[in-house]
Nanobody
Framework: QVQLVESGGGLVQAGGSLRLSCAAS????????MGWFRQAPGKEREFVSG????????FYADSVKGRFTISRDNAKNTVYLQMNSLKPEDTAVYYC??????????????????WGQGTQVTVSS
C-alpha cells in the first residue's frame, strides 16, 4: 500500500522559511516523479514544483521560482520543498504526489496516482 506523509507545515511570518517533507512508502520511490501541489481556500489545486525520478530535473510554477527548491533523497524515500521568502499568498494546504513509475513530471494534478493528506502552511503579513 502506497503512503505519502507530509510534514513541516505551520505558521510563519512573511519573509520567513519552512521546509516541507514527504515520506513515501510502499513504492520504489526512486522510480517515481514527485510533485508538490497546493490548494488555497476557494481556489483550485495548483502545481507548485516537481522533480523527475532520474536526472534531477526540476520544475517550478512561476509564482515560486527563485523562492522554493525541491529536492529528494532516494535513500530516505523522501522529497522536500524548501520554501523561502514566503508571502501571504503562499498560504494553502500543500500536498505531495507521486506519478506513475518511470513517467515524467506533470503540471496536472489528475496525472498523479498517489497523494498525501496535506499539510497546512499559513503565512501571516
Amino acid at each position: 500500500q502506497v503512503q505519502l506523509v507530509e510534514s513541516g507545515g505551520g505558521l510563519v511570518q512573511a519573509g520567513g522559511s519552512l521546509r516541507l517533507s514527504c515520506a513515501a512508502s510502499g513504492l520504489t520511490f526512486s522510480s517515481y516523479p514527485m510533485g508538490w501541489f497546493r490548494q488555497a481556500p476557494g481556489k483550485e489545486r495548483e502545481f507548485v514544483s516537481g522533480m523527475h525520478w532520474i536526472g534531477g530535473n526540476t520544475f517550478y510554477a512561476d509564482s515560486v521560482k527563485g523562492r522554493f527548491t525541491i529536492s529528494r533523497d532516494n535513500a530516505k524515500n523522501t522529497v522536500y520543498l524548501q520554501m523561502n521568502s514566503l508571502k501571504p499568498e503562499d498560504t494553502a494546504v500543500y500536498y505531495c504526489a507521486a506519478r506513475k513509475a518511470l513517467g515524467s513530471v506533470s503540471y496536472r494534478d489528475d496525472d498523479y496516482d498517489y497523494w498525501g493528506q496535506g499539510t497546512q502552511v499559513t503565512v501571516s503579513s
